[in-house]
């Protein structure tokens, strides 16, 4: 009989061991024999939605199906904009989400409004619990597990396209954000409660407008204080392809081009794509890839980083397995520290051709003999 897969050892010890009327996922970690919650790490960095014991949504679908912070930008349309439609009819299709565009606006204003994208009569139940108050045939107050988006009130309810924007929701605001986007400090069931990560326009609460960044893919909310009246931008944690997240006093943007003094490193596990620091420390990177103290300029290849050019005042010495930024003094015996303003400081063979040395000489030095 064939051994089994680390994958199928785990669903074998989680079927026998695991209660299915709890939100657990089976086999979540490959050679981890356990069940795992859904709804906190280390599950929840593997699953989306749990049921009877198993995974019924990983999160790798849930990050598929947007594809990145991209898909927003042309979106398609689910809803057909009629300007002079009647009853139940939609007036404007301008709530994205994902690849496709939902009702924002319905006609009959007195009547409908979107609720989980369509028009919907919202005088009557079950739509009145979920859009309260409304006007002009968009929601602007939001009840029960619904929460405001766009001009419609959405459930997070599987198969409803709020699922896209929002895990749970309750009194009619989201809660618990989406991958992609994140819930504005301070949030009532009358604002928007979420942001996509690359909405650059960002959405107004209490006074403040909250913002993503171009190309985010993942992100965190802002962190800030309540009341305080400015822009606040969210955090990217990942950035949708070919982009790398760049952070530098802890603003974070999405790049193609790192720019001088950093280097492109993706991760082995998550293939989380950063821009990392020529001169950093670089801690808990794999591949390794930590940098070298004072570097300016550098390459990245085979979990080794090798300096370029040095910071201001340093000279780049290279040997045989390393590449380091010194003082001029520091360039050793054989060598002799020359300066150069564009290409960069280095430590030279006093033998080197064509580099300022002098043919087949052994030692050398750039102060008086003595």
Known sequence: MPTPSSSQTAAVCCITG????????????????????????PG?????????????????????????AGEARNP?????????????????????????????????????????????????????????????????????????YRGGCYQPNEGKPGQSL??????GVCT??????????????????????DDEAGVAVGGSTYKGIANCQECAAPDVAPGARADKVATCTRCADPNYLKTVS?????????????FKHTATDSSLKTCQSCSGTNNNLDPVGAGVAGCAACTYDSNKVT???????????????????????????????????KAGNGCVPCGEAGSGSIADCAECSLLPYR
């Open 166 to 171: 929002c895990v749970l929701a309750a009194g």
């Open 18 to 41: 695991c209660s299915a009327s709890t939100p657990v996922l089976c086999g979540a970690l490959p050679a981890r024999c356990g069940c795992y919650d859904a709804r906190a790490a």
């Open 307 to 341: 300096c370029t050019k040095c910071g201001t005042g340093k000279y780049l010495k290279t040997t045989s397995d390393s590449t380091t930024c010194v003082e001029a003094s520091g360039c050793g015996s054989g060598v002799f520290p020359r300066a150069d303003d």
């Open 176 to 197: 618990q954000a989406a991958d992609g986007y994140f819930i504005p400090t301070g949030v009532t069931n009358t604002d928007q409660s979420v942001v996509a990560c």
């Open 250 to 262: 802890g603003v974070t943007t999405c790049v193609t081009d790192c720019g001088e003094g950093y």
């Open 76 to 148: 398609r349309t689910a809803c057909t904009a009629e300007p002079s439609g009647g009853a139940g009819s939609c007036n404007t299709c301008e709530a994205p989400i994902g690849q496709t565009n939902y009702c924002s606006k319905c006609n009959e204003p007195d009547t409908y409004a979107p609720v989980d994208g369509v028009c919907e009569n919202v005088g009557t139940a079950p739509s009145s619990t979920l859009c309260t108050v409304y006007t002009d045939g968009a929601c602007t107050e939001c009840g029960s597990t619904s929460f405001l």
């Open 44 to 68: 929840s960095g593997v699953c989306r939605e749990a049921r009877d014991g198993a995974c019924v949504r990983y999160k790798e679908e849930v990050r598929a199906e947007r594809a990145g």
